[in-house]
Structures are given as structure tokens and as C-alpha cells.
């Protein structure tokens, strides 16, 4: 990845105290909820035939699935995070391995009912640590008429970014994170890839454009510690610096380098959550031509495992559109809003445009 900016004392004791006390006015909902009891009837409506399903998974196209072929693509699942004993597991259940190799060729794979998967699934009793995130938090309005202190933070990102105030200003609220003591979130992205049929989430709104697949367009995040932690609760880059990406080899030898619970440790890069200190970085590169390009994969990063205590963040991630076009209607579309002179149209404005942007990434 580019590079990762720590900034110590971007923000004082005092402002990190009134941030964890306005999201707890404004109160904390979990970030991941527990999977739905009709997850079986859900997953059996998808129009997916079984084959698809087979070269969907097999990564390398070598008619073999491998546990950690399985594994990049389960995240979707049931909400569960899936690591190579749970997919054994779920094998032996539903007997889908008959020589115990945690190999499938094609030939096994057609013999499987798929329905058994999703039975299986279905009927697993899941609890928050088993989740891709175990979380809760609260968004805090940062735009004209906020709390001084989130306007001054805002500014400040502004200064840091140098970012133009037009995005800055119409990116997303504030986000407060709170993790207690077996909190953690597994590595993840920030953003997705944005191809021809794929919407931004917060210029969809304006663009009227519809398209199969949406993400955040989270250009810039700018992460802050609002606590000093007593035990664990670091930030890890697992592959920060590395020569080379391929997704695969982020599991070898059963260790999955995503996994915060239990290989944080081996992570490239891990940050240590000081209070007040800002952690910034971009999600996507340059595309050569002064605008956004393709997404960063080394931005790949996670929260580790709260041993003891609490943590508490807050991310500020600045939305822009890798099409020029789209980005400068949903800038223009936004200024006319709030040059109407209409009662408090912009914290509406942007309250409206991020309302379906607050989903697991």
C-alpha cells in the first residue's frame, strides 16, 4: 500500500471524552447483528446453479477446491467467520469429504445436496464472537450547525487530506466505534473495486443510475484512538509492505492472515491505539491522471482482539467516486441543496445520501 500515517495527538484527552460521550447520548447499535433464523430460506432463493457454484470457488481453476479456496469465498455465509476447522466441520457434517483430505474434486461436489450446506448453516448456533465483527457504534453529524468539536475535527481531516472541502464536506458522518473486552473485527477492506456495473453508494442517490453491485467509494480513511487500551485491540495491516498480493496466500498451513482473533501477531504492520492518535490512509491508488484509480488490496486491515479492557475509535472515511463524472453531479446536486435556504437542509442532504452506506464491507 502507499503508506500508513500515524499522527499523534491530532485530537486532546478532552475532545476524545466528549466524542465516546456524544455517541453514547446518541446511542450504540451493534455493528454485525446475529444471523436471522430464515438464513436456509434466504439462501435457497439465490438463482445460482451448482456448478457456477464450483468455479465460482475454485480459484486457480484446477477442478479441486481447497479449505482455503472455500474460505475466501464464505464470508457471506451466515454472518459467521469461517476458519479451516469450521469448514471441516461442516464437511463432516454433511459428508461431503469422504477421504478426509479437505480437497473436493467435482466429481465429490456433484454429489452433495447443497440444500445440506445450508441446513447445516442454518442450524449453527452463532454467537458475536463468532462474527466477521463484534462491535457497536454511532454516527455523529459533522456538517454546518454540529458540535463545534466535530466541526473542528472536520477541518482538520481537511488540512491533513488536502482534500478539497467539497468532498470532505459531503463524505460521511463520523463513526464511533466501541469494542469491549472480545471485540474485534477481521481484516477487511474499507472499499471495493469499482467497475463499469458497480454505484457508489453515496452518489447513487443523485446520479439515478442503478447497477448490480454497489460499495462505499471510502477513498481516504483517517481512523482516531479515543482511549489507551489495557490489552490487545491493535491495528493490523496483515500485508502492508509486501512485494506482492494474491489473495490466496493469505491462508497457509491453516493460519489465516485475516483472522484478528488469533493471528494478529503476524501481521505485517500492527498500530497501538494511543489516545489521540490519528491513523490516516488512502484505499485506492492513483489512476495516472490526477483522480482515483483502482482499489489498494495491501489496504487490507483489521482490529485485533480486545484482551482486556475497552477501545474505543472513531473513522472519518472521505467518499469519492472513481467517475469524474458521477463525483462532480453528486458535488453540484449537494450545493443546490443547501443554497436553497431551506430549514437545516444539509444535515438532511447528508443524512439522505449515506442512508444505505452503513453495511459490513
Not at 472455500?70 to 469429504?97: C, F, Q
Not at 489498494?296 to 483489521?302: I, M, R
Not at 475497552?310 to 441543496?337: C, S, T
Request: glycine share 6%; proline share 3%; with cysteine.
Amino acid at each position: 500500500m502507499g503508506s500508513v500515517s500515524e499522527i499523534p495527538d491530532f485530537l486532546s484527552e478532552d475532545e476524545c471524552k466528549l466524542i465516546i460521550h456524544l455517541a453514547q447520548l446518541k446511542g450504540l447499535q451493534k455493528s454485525q447483528i446475529l444471523p436471522t433464523d430464515d438464513y436456509e430460506e434466504a439462501m435457497e432463493m439465490i438463482d445460482i446453479s451448482q456448478m457456477d457454484i464450483f468455479n465460482l470457488l475454485d480459484h486457480n481453476q484446477d477442478g479441486q477446491l481447497q479449505l482455503k479456496e472455500v474460505l475466501t469465498h464464505t464470508r457471506l455465509g451466515n454472518g459467521r467467520w469461517m476458519t479451516p476447522e469450521s469448514i471441516r466441520e461442516m464437511y463432516a457434517a454433511v459428508k461431503a469429504d469422504p477421504d478426509g483430505n479437505g480437497v473436493l474434486s467435482l466429481e465429490e461436489f456433484k454429489q452433495l445436496n447443497i440444500r445440506d450446506f445450508h441446513k447445516y448453516m442454518g442450524s449453527q448456533k452463532v454467537t458475536m464472537s463468532d462474527l466477521v465483527r463484534n462491535s457497536q457504534h454511532a454516527w455523529l453529524y459533522q456538517g454546518e450547525g454540529a458540535h463545534q468539536v466535530m466541526r473542528s475535527i472536520r477541518q482538520r481531516v481537511m488540512h491533513l487530506t488536502r482534500l478539497p472541502a467539497e468532498i470532505v464536506e459531503h463524505s460521511e458522518p463520523l463513526q464511533v466505534v466501541q469494542y469491549s473486552q472480545g471485540g474485534h473485527y477481521h481484516a477487511h477492506m474499507d472499499s471495493g473495486p469499482v467497475f463499469p456495473e458497480t454505484a457508489c453508494s453515496h452518489t447513487k442517490l443523485v446520479t439515478n443510475e442503478t447497477a448490480p453491485f454497489e460499495t462505499s467509494c471510502r477513498y481516504v480513511t483517517v481512523l482516531f484512538y479515543l482511549n489507551n487500551v489495557t490489552g490487545g485491540g491493535e491495528t493490523t495491516f496483515p500485508i502492508a509492505d509486501n512485494r506482492t498480493y494474491e489473495e490466496m496466500s493469505l491462508i497457509q498451513n491453516d493460519v489465516d492472515l485475516r483472522d484478528t482473533r488469533k493471528h494478529c501477531d503476524k501481521g505485517n504492520l500492527r498500530v497501538k491505539p494511543l489516545q489521540g492518535t490519528a491513523v490516516f490512509w488512502y484505499n485506492y491508488l492513483s489512476d495516472g491522471e490526477g483522480w482515483v484509480g483502482d482499489v489498494d488490496e495491501y489496504s487490507l486491515h483489521g482490529g485485533c482482539l480486545v484482551t482486556e479492557g475497552i477501545k474505543w475509535i472513531a473513522n472519518n472515511w472521505i467518499n469519492v467516486d472513481p467517475n469524474k463524472r458521477r463525483q462532480l453531479q453528486f458535488q453540484q446536486e449537494m450545493a443546490r441543496y443547501i443554497n436553497t435556504g431551506d430549514e437545516d437542509q444539509s444535515e438532511w442532504t447528508v443524512d439522505k445520501s449515506y442512508s444505505d452506506v452503513h453495511v459490513e464491507l
